[in-house]
């Protein structure tokens, strides 16, 4: 009893310091400048400025951030799904030469950190003539050696006598990829498009990096323009934030069972 005790008060401390930040967000992005900087901090506003939410779609084209990073968000995870599915599939199901060496090649990307690889990348942008468009947004987040480990292990625990009963009814690999892999890894496959989304619709580096103009701006970069170079205008600031966090909340209160489902049967899966 004491030690259900003990973690049920863990997890409500944890709880709580997870959700104060955003709470302080929200507060904050009802305040006016004078009560966002004044010392000692109030908690809630004194003057509830919903305005403020107004005045962020006035001083930028917060839409158009919107349907960049949508756009962004859908191409990378709707082709990652798709590439790394197809990766997983040979690596778990088929059998071909140097097969263990070019998935440890694979998930020694694992160990490379994002920034290192940023300036080759940058100059092969450059040379494809793909500064600032969607093309250097999107096409090289289409794949990744984390995603392509997740769904490879998951595959591996579906019974292969299901790949031998449907060659035996004459279906190809493709087909033993469509229609017995793929409806059988719902699971993973939630669980990875929602890693991918979030990390797509919070990327910041990559486009700040790759965009010149505003048109091609995502919210990620599009906030941070409320930031000056003397004084920060933290109310919008905080509401422009507020209003990328919704979608991405949003899907995680829908789509929550899916990802602890998915994460869950690794753990069971050999």
């Not at 003539?129 to 995603?147: E, H, Q, R």
């Amino acid at each position: 009893m004491k030690i259900k005790i003990g973690n049920h008060a863990l997890l409500i401390i944890g709880a709580f310091l997870m959700v104060v930040p955003f709470l302080w967000m929200v507060s904050t992005s009802l305040k006016t400048y004078g009560e966002s900087v004044q010392v000692p901090p109030s908690i809630l506003p004194n003057d509830w400025k919903f305005e403020n939410y107004k005045e962020v779609f006035a001083s930028v084209d917060f839409l158009k951030y919107y349907y960049n990073t949508i756009a962004l968000t859908l191409g990378r995870t709707l082709v990652q799904l798709f590439l790394c599915s197809l990766a997983a599939f040979a690596f778990a199901r088929l059998r071909f030469p140097g097969k263990n060496i070019i998935f440890i090649a694979i998930l020694s990307v694992l160990m490379v950190p994002a920034q290192v690889i940023l300036i080759p990348n940058y100059a092969i942008m450059t040379q494809l003539g793909w500064i600032d468009t969607f093309y250097a947004l999107i096409v090289p987040g289409m794949f990744s050696a984390f995603g392509v480990f997740l769904l490879r292990q998951f595959f591996m625990g579906i019974p292969k006598e299901l790949d031998e009963a449907a060659m035996m009814d004459g279906c190809s690999f493709f087909g033993i990829y469509w229609r017995i892999i793929l409806p059988n890894a719902t699971p993973a496959l939630m669980a990875l498009g929602i890693f991918t989304i979030l990390a797509s619709w919070n990327d910041f580096l990559w486009p700040l990096v790759m965009t010149n103009s505003e048109n091609m701006r995502v919210l990620s970069v599009g906030i941070a323009a409320f930031q000056g170079q003397y004084s920060t205008n933290y109310p919008l600031l905080m509401a422009g934030a507020v209003l990328s966090t919704i979608p991405m909340l949003i899907m995680f209160i829908f789509l929550q069972k899916h990802l602890i489902t998915g994460i869950a049967l690794q753990g069971v899966r050999r």
